[in-house]
């Protein structure tokens, strides 16, 4: 199942180079591969993995709150364009979610991807035509149309 969702990845990188957002998200419910999927397209490709929990966190650490989400997406955009290449693969991106720093995920994803190509894990399902994050219930549920997102939905089976 992971050799074809890094194949499905990589096929999508060369498609999403003519999109406006240049984002692609993997959509999986946890424990589903996306990570193992997304170090071996790396791997395969030299494109750079980035731990987005890891990596904004530390960077948040000393800002107050409002600092926070006043700097959430200027911070993002710091830690995509580290490297300086056109195509970055971000995993643990459930930081975003979080209801304190008062941000839309889907459109810090789409914000930092119109400058280069994006592949993002999300933890989540794609549900009548809907890319869903977290249950109704929950704080952090999201709910998005899907119908101009380009996505990657790993299968469950069982």
């Known amino acids: 199942m992971v050799e074809s969702l890094v194949e499905q990845i990589i096929y999508k990188i060369d498609q ?5 957002h240049r984002l692609i998200l993997v959509v999986a419910p946890s424990g589903m591969g996306k990570t193992m999927a997304l170090r071996e397209v790396a791997k395969r490709t ?5 731990n987005i929990n890891l990596e904004l966190s530390q960077r948040l650490l000393g800002l107050t709150e409002r600092q926070r ?18 195509v970055v693969l971000l ?4 930081l975003l979610f979080d209801t304190s720093l008062k941000q839309d995920p889907l459109r810090l994803l789409q914000g930092i ?3 280069r190509t994006v592949v993002a894990s999300w933890n989540g399902i794609i549900e009548n ?14 709910r998005y149309p899907a ?9 469950l089976h069982g």
């Open 16 to 20: 999403a180079a003519q999109l406006y």
């Open 46 to 50: 030299k494109f750079r993995y980035i």
């Open 69 to 86: 989400s006043l700097l959430v997406f200027r911070l993002l955009n710091e830690i995509v364009e580290g490297n300086g290449t056109q």
């Open 91 to 94: 995993d643990n991106i459930e």
């Open 113 to 115: 991807s119109r400058n």
């Open 129 to 142: 035509d809907h890319l869903i994050y977290a249950r109704p219930d929950h704080p952090e549920y999201r």
């Open 147 to 155: 119908t101009s997102l380009l996505m990657t939905n790993v299968e």
